[in-house]
């Protein structure tokens, strides 16, 4: 081999990478580490949704739950209410479902407490959005609605925000709606109804979708590899850099040949 052709990387060249390494890996592994919480967070909501769905209905929280109601305690709820529909400030917000694009028609909901909801009654398709093309759903006294309860859904959707003054709506955002409706005291959540059907056909209910992808498992072990990748890379480097000293320093030389013309 010849002189130069096997050297050692600096030692400042070896620390900075070996840093570099153990920087990643420590990285990487928390990440791993969050993806396994996340884990261990969605199958805790798998479990908690699948059991309310399942279960029988219980009355809707009143006033004084109202306060208390989050995603963990409520959300997916199954729900039953009686109370009288106020069909003429209804509210079509934006829905792309299982039936095609569409609306999702959600109708304020009087409870003799004193105090209002808001019903997802359901789906209707673009040429049904006009009321009196279901007129036959508008029904008049007092009903009884079964669904599930779901959180408001303030702001709007990606990259469209709600406009309550041209009435262009694209997320379920209760307090937006009930203040434009002018309903007064609303519950601070809506309720999808369930399949039952309508008079005529439409709204269709029961399309509340709970499917929850669960990708985290795929993620954690991609993190957990690319962490013990980089203890690998900053391990041979060590490896590399220590056999190249010693092969530079105290390792066989091979003297050179040179040619003569004396012989003795």
Same mark, same amino acid.
């Given at each position: 081999?010849?002189?130069?052709?096997?050297?050692?990387?600096?030692?400042?060249?070896?620390? %900075?990478?070996?840093?570099? +390494?153990?920087?990643?890996? =420590?990285?990487?592994?928390?990440?791993?580490?969050?993806?396994?919480?996340?884990?261990?967070?969605?199958?805790?909501?798998?479990?908690?949704?699948? @059991?309310?769905?399942? *279960?029988?209905?219980?009355?809707?929280?009143?006033?004084?739950?109202?306060?208390?109601?989050?995603?963990?305690?409520?959300?997916?709820?199954?729900?039953?209410?009686?109370?009288?529909?106020?069909?003429?400030?209804?509210?079509?917000?934006?829905?792309?479902?299982?039936?095609?694009?569409?609306?999702?028609?959600?109708?304020?909901?009087?409870?003799?407490?004193?105090? /209002?909801?808001?019903?997802?009654? &359901?789906?209707?398709?673009?040429?049904?959005?006009?009321?009196?093309? @279901?007129?036959? *759903?508008?029904? +008049? &006294?007092?009903? /009884?609605?079964?669904?599930?309860?779901?959180?408001?859904?303030?702001?709007?959707?990606?990259?469209? =925000?709600?406009?309550?003054?041209?009435?262009?709506?694209?997320? $379920?955002?209760?307090?937006?709606?009930? #203040?434009?409706?002018?309903?007064?005291?609303?519950?601070?959540?809506?309720?999808?109804?369930?399949?039952?059907?309508?008079?005529?056909?439409?709204?269709?209910?029961?399309? =509340?979708?709970?499917?929850?992808?669960?990708?985290?498992?795929?993620?954690?072990?991609?993190?957990?590899?690319?962490? %013990?990748?980089?203890? +690998?890379?900053?391990?041979?480097?060590?490896?590399?850099?220590? @056999?190249?000293?010693?092969?530079?320093?105290?390792?066989? $030389? @091979? &003297? $050179?040949?040179?040619?003569?013309?004396? #012989?003795?």
């Amino acid at each position: 081999m010849t002189e130069g052709a096997l050297q050692a990387r600096s030692p400042a060249a070896v620390i %900075l990478i070996v840093i570099a +390494a153990l920087t990643s890996a =420590t990285l990487f592994g928390v990440l791993g580490v969050w993806q396994v919480k996340r884990l261990s967070w969605k199958l805790d909501l798998i479990e908690r949704v699948e @059991r309310r769905v399942g *279960a029988d209905p219980v009355q809707a929280p009143g006033r004084d739950a109202w306060a208390h109601i989050t995603a963990a305690s409520s959300e997916y709820l199954k729900v039953r209410v009686t109370g009288r529909f106020l069909h003429d400030r209804e509210t079509l917000v934006q829905a792309v479902t299982d039936l095609g694009s569409g609306y999702w028609v959600l109708t304020p909901f009087e409870k003799t407490q004193g105090f /209002t909801m808001l019903v997802n009654r &359901g789906f209707v398709s673009t040429e049904r959005r006009d009321p009196m093309v @279901r007129a036959a *759903a508008a029904t +008049a &006294g007092e009903a /009884t609605v079964t669904g599930l309860l779901r959180l408001t859904e303030p702001g709007g959707a990606f990259l469209r =925000t709600n406009d309550p003054a041209g009435d262009r709506w694209y997320s $379920r955002d209760v307090e937006a709606i009930a #203040f434009a409706r002018g309903l007064g005291e609303t519950a601070p959540y809506f309720i999808d109804a369930d399949a039952t059907p309508n008079p005529g056909g439409w709204p269709v209910g029961g399309l =509340t979708r709970v499917r929850f992808t669960n990708n985290h498992l795929v993620y954690a072990v991609t993190w957990f590899s690319l962490s %013990l990748m980089a203890l +690998a890379s900053g391990g041979y480097v060590i490896q590399d850099w220590r @056999r190249r000293t010693h092969l530079g320093q105290g390792g066989p $030389r @091979r &003297g $050179r040949l040179e040619s003569s013309d004396e #012989f003795g």
